[in-house]
């Protein structure tokens, strides 16, 4: 087939891959500018993708991208060094700066490889991946001693800005990123046949700015998120807090709502006569109430701790449930001592 036996076949998909990855690459630095002038409005879009359908199509696609450009990226190299020694492409440039880049486009491509893998590790695995993998609270990674939601982004900002080290490794991994997109875009213009005299220059120009905006933003993003998060802004801001508020507030609804469905299904079956209290210490001894207790904690503890400044009357009402339910459990465990674990 010509995309994978003919060397040009070869470079067109390099330019077509890479092509969607710069787009990817300019959306993604535009959905980080909401979280930077808009927090709450970036969550709430965070929340809208998550881990639906389509947005886990999107990741899957994206994936497939990323793998085939470094197979394609490898298969090229090779080909390359066994016909021409160390020449890496086919079209040399004239400026030093996109030679020196268009001779270390692998080396390039490894040092952003390494940084996304950094990447992935500190955002999605622990967002889309978390969210696919569990909703339990208890296993999602923790800021400032409360759980945090796969769907705050916020809160992962804060995690990962907040260590000194991450500034650092993002600036070295956008500093080959710019030398790789600035040499890309040239390159995968070209490829689509680009490549006369006028546009050459053109191209170059294109690339250069392209990768410069797109770079320098992330730089920026980078370096103010470090700041905000240095100084605690993710967890302590009001309109973040009130939105950390209402997802917690959700959950409390949905738990009371689930204790009252199951104890109004126990009462219902339960027989009418003296057998009653022994069906209602049943229900009350019952493992599934002392996770209702549990949960109830790691929710009232959460909300208490990411948002300190606010009261959440459905988590306040929640825990008022659990102490209650608590209270049954000791009574229950006492006029039905075999019940004791
Ligand atoms: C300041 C810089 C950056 C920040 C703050 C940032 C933030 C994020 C966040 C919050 C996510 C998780 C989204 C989710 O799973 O819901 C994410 C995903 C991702 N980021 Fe970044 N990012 C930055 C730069 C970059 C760069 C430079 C690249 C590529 C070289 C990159 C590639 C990715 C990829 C591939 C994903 C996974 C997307 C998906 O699963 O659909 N990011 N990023």
Redesign the pocket.
């Known amino acids: 087939m010509w995309l994978t036996c003919s060397s040009i076949g070869r470079k067109f998909v390099m330019a077509l891959t890479g092509t969607c990855l710069v787009l ?2 300019t959306f ?1 630095v535009a959905m ?1 500018a909401v ?1 930077l002038l808009w927090p709450t409005a970036y969550n709430s879009i ?1 929340g809208f ?2 881990a639906n359908w389509y ?1 886990l199509v ?2 899957m696609g ?1 994936a497939l991208l ?1 793998v085939i450009h470094i197979i394609y990226a490898l298969w090229l190299t090779l080909q390359n060094r066994r016909a021409r020694g160390t020449d890496r492409y086919k079209v040399t440039a004239g400026t030093p700066g996109v030679e020196w880049s268009s001779k270390n486009m692998l080396v390039l491509g490894i040092v ?1 490889l390494a ?2 893998v950094v ?2 590790i500190q ?2 695995a622990k ?2 991946l978390a969210e696919i993998i569990s909703h339990d609270p208890a296993s999602w990674d923790v800021v400032n001693g409360a759980p945090a939601a796969p769907e705050f ?1 916020t809160l ?2 804060q995690l990962a800005f907040g260590c000194i080290w991450t500034p650092v490794i ?1 600036i070295i ?2 500093i080959a ?1 710019w030398f790789h997109m600035n040499h890309g875009i040239w390159s995968m213009l070209q490829t689509y046949g680009w490549n006369n005299d006028i546009w050459m220059k053109r191209l170059k120009c294109i690339g250069l700015w392209w990768s410069s905006i797109v770079v320098g933003l ?1 730089v920026l ?2 370096v103010v ?1 470090s700041v905000l998060a240095h100084k605690n802004y993710y967890t302590t801001d009001m309109a973040l807090q009130e939105q950390y508020s209402e997802y917690w507030a959700e959950r409390a609804e949905t738990l009371n709502e689930e204790l009252t469905a199951r104890f109004a299904h126990a009462m219902k079956n339960a027989p009418e006569d003296g057998d009653r209290n022994q069906a209602l210490a049943a229900f009350f001894t019952s493992p599934e109430c002392a996770q209702f207790v549990a949960a109830a904690k790691t929710i009232s503890e959460a909300a208490a701790k990411q948002c300190p400044d606010l009261t959440i009357p459905a988590v306040e009402s929640l825990a008022q449930s659990a102490a209650d339910v608590e209270q049954s459990i000791e009574y229950a465990k006492s006029v039905m001592p075999n019940q004791n674990n």
């Open positions: 990817f690459l993604h980080n979280a965070c993708l998550g947005a999107a990741s994206l990323f952003v940084f996304l990447h992935l955002f999605w967002m889309q982004g992962y900002i993002y991994g956008f990123l992330f993003q980078a998120f």
